[in-house]
């Protein structure tokens, strides 16, 4: 079974500034799908960034992206010029490659954008 | 509009009482999902369905049934609801298998309260 962690239960970020949420996993899976969502305080799950773990090359999202270190089975995501909006709770996910596209999530880091 | 609805939004439920979720979307997905939310755990798949008149078991399924029998429609139920059950419960559908969690689109939640 794959499980997700989240060691940062609260983070907090100065407008305007880099923050770094981080995520590993555990799988004995070689193909698989990485997440990052957004959940704002109206509760709608938002998907911010994905990565296939296939490709090396660490996905980009305007002012988002992800450090994708597979052998190290860490998924970190950076928000560049954070802004008030980005406020919400953020959930790393997994999902195997193929079968019925479960997700499988981490407990979620509350990120607070102080003006 | 395009997308998942989940109905209702909120209830509260005396304990014993039994109650159904109801879950539709119009995207023509072959995969509907439902998940529960709780404070500090992340989301949790309670039982899943690859395609019309099918489910299967998640994470936490003790407690609930689900059904499929229409392909747009995705029906939770609480037979015997408990304090435990108390939670957000999150409706999620996906085209099919293969996509990678493109597409993968959630509802907007519905919160229950047992009390």
């Known amino acids: 079974a794959q499980t997700v962690t989240q060691s940062q239960p609260e983070m907090s970020v100065q407008e305007a500034e880099t923050v770094t949420l981080s995520c590993t996993y555990d799988t004995s899976e070689n193909n698989y799908y990485l997440f990052w969502y957004k959940q704002p305080p109206s509760r709608q799950m938002i998907l911010v960034i994905r990565?296939?773990?296939?490709?090396?090359q660490n996905a980009t999202e305007n002012r988002f992206s992800v450090n994708f270190q597979k052998a190290a089975k860490s998924f970190s995501l950076k928000i560049s010029d954070s802004q008030l909006g980005d406020t919400a709770m953020y959930f790393c996910?997994?999902?195997?490659?193929?079968?019925?596209?479960?997700?499988?999530f981490g407990k979620g880091t509350k990120l607070t954008v102080n003006p | 509009n395009a997308g998942v609805t989940q109905t209702p939004k909120f209830r509260v439920l005396k304990t014993g009482q039994s109650m159904t979720l109801l879950c539709a979307q119009d995207m023509n997905h072959e995969y509907m999902y439902w998940y529960r939310q709780d404070p500090g755990m992340g989301l949790r798949l309670i039982h899943y369905?690859?395609?019309?008149?099918?489910?299967a078991k998640g994470e936490v399924p003790d407690g609930y049934n689900v059904s499929r029998l229409k392909k747009q429609n995705f029906l939770l139920g609480l037979e015997s609801a408990a304090p435990s059950q108390t939670s957000v419960y999150f409706c999620?559908?996906?085209?099919?298998?293969?996509?990678?969690?493109?597409?993968?689109?959630f509802g907007s939640g519905t919160r229950l309260t047992v009390v």
């Open positions: 369905s690859v395609g019309e008149g099918t489910t």
């Open positions: 999620a559908s996906s085209f099919t298998a293969g996509t990678g969690g493109l597409g993968y689109t």
């Open positions: 990565q296939e773990a296939y490709k090396q």
């Open positions: 996910a997994f999902m195997k490659l193929g079968g019925s596209e479960k997700l499988v």
